[in-house]
């Protein structure tokens, strides 16, 4: 199955993943990050598991994150 990978700390929050996916992704309102909806805490990242039908709004989101820390993983 396919995985979105988030390094969350490293997200300046400029919006661009709910823009382009946002059944997904979400600002905080308390720190201005966004948030990978669904997903579960593993060591430095978050992960979550998607369908194949999902890859591709993800990729999009993670080919426009200005700070790269948006990884889809094909299986």
């Not at 919006?15 to 382009?20: A, G, I, M, P, Q």
């Not at 999009?60 to 094909?74: F, G, W």
Request: aromatic share 6%; proline share 4%; charged share 30%.
């Amino acid at each position: 199955m396919p995985k979105i990978i988030h390094y969350r700390d490293r997200c300046i929050g400029c919006n661009s993943c709910v823009e382009h996916a946002p059944q997904y992704w979400t600002i905080s309102k308390a720190d201005g990050k966004s948030c990978l909806l669904g997903s579960e805490k593993k060591k430095d990242c978050f992960v979550r598991t998607i369908s194949t039908v999902e890859v591709e709004a993800n990729k999009r989101a993670a080919q426009d994150c200005p700070v790269h820390i948006i990884h889809v993983i094909e299986d």
